[in-house]
């Protein structure tokens, strides 16, 4: 798969979550919050480490963070939850509390997880 056609379906399938976390769920506003979050943090990781955009990199991590959290049991402490960023937490508890709903829509929009786990977002979109 060519990196442009991995980046539009990240950007689909990123689209169809929030749509879903939005909508489809008692908590309403799911979706944007946790977008919101990662945009800012990409807003500071994009001027310290002076490459890509706010939109791709918030995109990028908003399907890393879920795809750790399917692949990892919780395993934060309170001692530990510190030194770990908030996005991560957040993704950990949409996964914990949505499951069904985030693997029914990467199995639905057909998301080439192994594929995407081949890249880091630098080597996506900053080379």
Same mark, same amino acid.
């Given at each position: 798969?060519?990196? &442009? =056609?991995?980046?539009?379906?990240?950007?689909?399938?990123?689209?169809?979550?929030?749509? !879903?976390?939005? @909508?489809? $769920?008692?908590?309403?506003?799911?979706?944007?919050?946790?977008?919101?979050?990662?945009?800012?943090?990409?807003?500071?990781?994009?001027?310290?480490?002076?490459?890509?955009?706010?939109? &791709? =990199?918030?995109?990028?991590?908003?399907?890393?963070?879920?795809?750790?959290?399917?692949? !990892?049991?919780? @395993?934060? $402490?309170?001692?530990?939850?510190?030194?770990?960023?908030?996005?991560?937490?957040?993704?950990?508890?949409?996964?914990?509390?949505?499951?069904?709903?985030?693997?029914?829509?990467?199995?639905?929009?057909?998301?080439?997880?192994?594929?995407?786990?081949?890249?880091?977002?630098?080597?996506?979109?900053?080379?």
């Amino acid at each position: 798969m060519k990196k &442009t =056609q991995l980046q539009k379906h990240i950007t689909k399938t990123v689209n169809r979550l929030l749509y !879903r976390l939005n @909508n489809e $769920t008692c908590g309403g506003d799911i979706g944007n919050r946790y977008m919101k979050l990662l945009k800012d943090q990409a807003k500071s990781d994009c001027k310290f480490f002076e490459s890509g955009t706010v939109a &791709t =990199q918030s995109k990028f991590f908003f399907l890393s963070n879920l795809i750790d959290a399917i692949e !990892r049991e919780w @395993n934060y $402490t309170s001692k530990s939850v510190i030194h770990i960023a908030p996005p991560a937490i957040y993704a950990e508890s949409i996964y914990l509390n949505y499951a069904d709903l985030v693997n029914e829509t990467l199995e639905k929009m057909e998301f080439p997880l192994q594929e995407f786990k081949k890249f880091s977002y630098r080597e996506l979109y900053c080379e």
